[in-house]
């Protein structure tokens, strides 16, 4: 199953050495498989995906400071995004994702010797100074002497710190695999306001109003299920970084839905079956990926949060599937089968104008019947998705 992947990461090394002389100039897309805080996890980590076929590497993010592993190395968005969608299908590296930026430390720049060359002897030539009448001094007005102007030096403003404690949501699997994804918190379970926070990441909270000093905890991470937590916020955690934050542990498992290619930013504009912006980084993954593998045949489901009627609009006249165009789209009142199924027909016809074979693609609405997270809860516009099944190989 993994011998074509295994082919497509050494055509794609091989590709990258050819094109290295240029690709410091160029933004760097890496397949990153797992992100460890740990160096002896991602050594670890490393050896297993290399004793399962793969050209697994890591390397330290500067910035975040986290070891990275990652299959793949190129400058090449489109090819980094094909190989992700593949990975995915045919592997047990689910969600793995693609990271841009540079990782690693840098290498030093070799510099090269400046040749000198000999200075030639030629006897120097050595030529009588004319002398010239003395003539009568010229009158020099004094210089008048005017004050330097003092420019004030430029305070720069100091950078003060945001108000509250500051916290890193330490998001990650059994295995130590730190996972991508947000903590909603909020000032109780039943509250109708939260407050959303990268995981992983250094970020300031504000004392909550409650009499408790407690706050409710909800991960929310694609392809994981959500965990809920009691934060105190005067005794957060024994564990400390070094910037003195409070690290909040948390591990998550990952949603069982079968042989599914997941998505991480495939989404939709509101009550709609318009795609956003961000969704066509991994469809045109998928796209490469089936024109690689011409024997696949996928089913792509539709979903919504709830099964109540929907205000929205489908794609209608328009053919353009990553914008709003309100006189083009239709609009209109929409059952939550309808809007999914449209969902999932706007997803078809782009793979089908990217050049995919409509006869290889299914499409199904499945309404709201199938929710990854609570219905009225925070985290409900989040099963407003699609997913790829694959049907035949």
């Known amino acids: 199953m993994l011998k074509s992947l295994r082919g497509l990461i050494l055509i794609m090394v091989v590709t990258g050495a050819a094109s290295s002389a240029s690709a410091q100039a160029e933004p760097n897309y890496y397949v990153v498989i797992g992100v460890f805080a740990k160096l002896d996890n991602a050594v670890r980590y490393t050896n297993q995906a290399n004793q399962r076929g793969f050209n697994a590497q890591y390397a330290i993010n500067p910035v975040k400071k986290w070891n990275y592993v990652y299959l793949l190395q190129s400058t090449d968005k489109r090819k980094a995004y094909a190989f992700l969608i593949r990975l995915r299908a045919e592997s047990e590296y689910k969600d793995a994702w693609v990271f841009t930026g540079q990782l690693g430390d840098g290498q030093a720049i070799e510099q090269k010797p400046i040749e000198q060359k000999p200075i030639e002897d030629k006897p120097i030539e050595i030529k009588p100074i004319e002398q010239k009448p003395i003539e009568e001094p010229v009158k020099v007005d004094p210089v008048v002497e005017r004050p330097i102007e003092e420019k004030p030096v430029e305070q720069k403003p100091e950078v003060k710190k945001p108000a509250g404690k500051p916290f890193v949501f330490k998001m990650q699997t059994a295995d130590g695999t730190l996972v991508n994804g947000e903590v909603h918190i909020q000032e109780s379970t039943n509250a109708s306001r939260y407050q959303v926070f990268k995981g992983n990441e250094l970020v300031y909270i504000e004392a909550p109003k409650n009499a408790r000093g407690n706050y409710v905890v909800v991960t929310q991470a694609p392809g994981y299920q959500p965990v809920s937590l009691i934060l105190s916020y005067r005794e957060p955690s024994p564990e400390t970084g070094a910037d003195g934050e409070a690290i909040i542990p948390i591990e998550v498992s990952k949603v069982k839905r079968g042989d599914y290619i997941d998505f991480t930013n495939v989404r939709f504009f509101r009550n709609s079956a318009i795609l956003e912006p961000a969704a066509q980084n991994e469809l045109d993954g998928l796209v490469d990926l089936m024109k690689e593998s011409t024997g696949y045949k996928i089913r792509i489901h539709g979903h919504c949060n709830g099964n109540q009627d929907k205000e929205g609009s489908i794609l209608g006249s328009s053919t ?74």
Do not use: M, W
Not at 320 to 331: C, H, M, T
């Open 320 to 393: 353009n599937f990553f914008a709003l165009e309100p006189g083009k789209n239709k609009i209109g009142k929409f059952s939550a089968k309808e809007l999914t199924t449209e969902r999932a027909a706007t997803v078809k016809a782009y793979l089908v104008s990217q050049g995919i074979a409509a006869s290889r693609i299914d499409i199904k609405g499945e309404g709201g019947k199938i929710p990854l997270y609570p219905e009225g809860g925070t985290l409900g516009q989040y099963n407003d998705r699609i997913e790829i099944e694959i049907t035949k190989r």
